[in-house]
């Protein structure tokens, strides 16, 4: 068995296991945060948890291009990749208000199973196992609509982290109405720059590791967004009627 044919085989196992996830977090709500109430079994502080689970996306992406060969086109996703990721695993986790709250581990693990695969998917096809990306690329339309898309989402996904951190002082827990930017709009604007970020990486990369990526952020993300809106909804008598839980105007 050549490492090709296990890579086409785990990105079709990765297909079908978004497909189910993304059905089933209709019905359980990952307990972490404000859904925590109801977690069973060990845990640890939410800080180290996302230290943890997250580091693999960093870690994975450097070995692989290490032993792998990058080109310049690689590179440029490289920096993308890290620019995400070294803000999410090693600088997010020191920007949380209430670093202390639990997070049980078995969320914890299979968040490290998840970025490790998904590191790996992504990282062996732009260094060796897909056909390499000439420098013509970078003119492409496909290349050129996904990046800024991607850079649109991450800007998204960092002002609306932003408000909600800002929401509480230190040493605070509770929970408030965020307000502004694409607030106006939905319950989850972080969730949906997440989104929109992925997508972006999609279609710069064309690739089906991406395309795996993006539609495991949609099976994670919407469905939570679904349930941070009702939780919203329910606490808070006030909460603004017109907002969405994550596309604006429609769902
Ligand atoms: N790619 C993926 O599949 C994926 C999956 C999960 C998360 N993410 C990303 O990781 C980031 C964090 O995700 P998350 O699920 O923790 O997001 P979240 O539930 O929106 O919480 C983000 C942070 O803001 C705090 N917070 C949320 N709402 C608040 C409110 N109304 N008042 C005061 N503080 C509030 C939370 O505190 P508490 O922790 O105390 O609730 C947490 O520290 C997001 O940017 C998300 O896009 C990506």
Known sequence: MTEASIYHALLIGWFALAAVTFIALFFITAPYGRHGGRARGPSVPSRLGWLIMESPSVLVFVVCYEIGRPGLVAWIFFLLWQLHYVHR????????????????????????????????????WLTALGPGYSRAWLADPRFL???????????????????????????????????????????????????????????????????????????????????????????FSEYPAERRAVVPFVY
Not at 154 to 162: G, I, K, P, S, T
Not at 170 to 187: A, C, M, T
Not at 199 to 207: I, K, Q, R
Request: overall charge positive.
């Open 89 to 124: 695993a090693w600088l997010f986790p020191f920007r949380l208000r209430a670093p202390a709250r639990p997070m049980p581990l078995y969320v914890v693990g299979s968040a490290f199973f998840f970025t490790t695969v998904n590191g790996y998917l992504n990282a062996r």
């Open 145 to 235: 609509v996904g990046v800024a898309l991607f850079l649109f989402g991450f800007a998204v996904n960092q002002h609306a982290d932003r408000v909600l951190f800002s929401l509480r002082r230190p040493g605070e827990s509770g929970y408030k109405i965020p307000h502004g930017g694409l607030y106006r709009f939905v319950s989850c604007p972080n969730y949906l720059g997440e989104i929109l970020e992925w997508c972006g990486w999609a279609l710069a990369t064309w690739s089906l590791a991406g395309l795996a990526f993006a539609l495991w952020t949609i099976a994670n993300l919407v469905p939570r967004a679904r349930a941070h809106h009702r939780w919203y909804r329910t606490t």
